[in-house]
T-cell receptor
Framework: DVKVTQSSRYLVKRTGEKVFLECVQD?????MFWYRQDPGLGLRLIYF???????EKGDIPEGYSVSREKKERFSLILESASTNQTSMYLC??????????????FGDGTRLSIL | RKEVEQDPGPFNVPEGATVAFNCTYSNSASQSFFWYRQDCRKEPKLLMS?????NEDGRFTAQLNRASQYISLLIRDSKLSDSATYLC????????????WGLGTSLAVNP
C-alpha cells in the first residue's frame, strides 16, 4: 500500500510566520503534489514536482514555495503566513508512466489555522 | 462552464438502495477518469479508475460516455458506510497536464 505521510495533522501559526509543511512518500513515486481544500472550492493545486529539484506552479502558487531535495520528500513553505491561508493542505504522490494521469494517493492532510 | 461538474446533492437513500451519480467534463481531449471518495474531514481516497469499456468493483460500477462527455458511478445495495462525498476527477492532455477535480457529490445512506 502507498503510504504518504504528512508531518502534522493540526497546526496553528501566527500571521507573518514562515510555515513548513512536510510530506514523505514511501513508494518511490516521481510525482508529488500539494493541494489545499476549502469548502465550496474543492481541491486546488498549489505546486507539483515530477522529479527531484524540479517544481512547477499549479493554479494558486502565490504566497507559497516548495522544495524537493529528495525523491521521497516534498515540502510546502508559506513564506509569510496570512489568515487567508487557513485551510486543509493535502499532499499526494503518483507513479510515473503517464505521470499526471496516474491516480494520486493522499496523505492524511494538515489542518492549518493562521491566527 | 466548469471543467468538471457534479451535482452536489445531498443524495439521501435508504440502505439497500441503488444510487447513481453523473459527472460531466468539458474538455473532449480528457484522457483519464477517476472516482474518489472522501469522508468528512479526511483525505480523498481512490475508489476506482474509469475505463473506456466500463468497469465494476463489487457493488460499484463506473461508466464513461465520451460522446456525451460524462462519467457515471453506480452503487448497488448501499451500505451505511458508503455515506461520503464522491469526487469526480478528470485528467487532461495537452500542455496543461493535470487532474481536474470536481467539487463532489454528497451521499447519505440512512438506516
Amino acid at each position: 500500500d502507498v503510504k504518504v505521510t504528512q508531518s502534522s495533522r493540526y497546526l496553528v501559526k501566527r500571521t507573518g510566520e514562515k510555515v513548513f509543511l512536510e510530506c514523505v512518500q514511501d513508494m518511490d513515486h516521481e510525482n508529488m503534489f500539494w493541494y489545499r481544500q476549502d469548502p465550496g472550492l474543492g481541491l486546488r493545486l498549489i505546486y507539483f514536482s515530477y522529479d527531484v529539484k524540479m517544481k512547477e506552479k499549479g493554479d494558486i502558487p502565490e504566497g507559497y514555495s516548495v522544495s524537493r531535495e529528495k525523491k521521497e520528500r516534498f515540502s510546502l513553505i508559506l513564506e509569510s503566513a496570512s489568515t487567508n491561508q487557513t485551510s486543509m493542505y493535502l499532499c499526494a504522490s503518483s507513479s510515473p508512466g503517464q505521470g499526471f494521469f496516474q491516480p494520486q494517493h493522499f496523505g492524511d492532510g494538515t489542518r492549518l489555522s493562521i491566527l | 462552464r466548469k471543467e468538471v461538474e457534479q451535482d452536489p446533492g445531498p443524495f439521501n437513500v435508504p440502505e439497500g438502495a441503488t444510487v447513481a451519480f453523473n459527472c460531466t467534463y468539458s474538455n473532449s481531449a480528457s484522457q483519464s477518469f477517476f472516482w474518489y471518495r472522501q469522508d468528512c474531514r479526511k483525505e480523498p481516497k481512490l475508489l476506482m479508475s474509469v475505463y473506456s469499456s466500463g468497469n465494476e468493483d463489487g457493488r460499484f460500477t463506473a461508466q464513461l460516455n465520451r460522446a456525451s462527455q460524462y462519467i457515471s458511478l453506480l452503487i448497488r445495495d448501499s451500505k451505511l458506510s458508503d455515506s461520503a462525498t464522491y469526487l469526480c476527477v478528470v485528467g487532461n492532455a495537452g500542455n496543461n497536464r493535470k487532474l481536474i477535480w470536481g467539487l463532489g457529490t454528497s451521499l447519505a445512506v440512512n438506516p
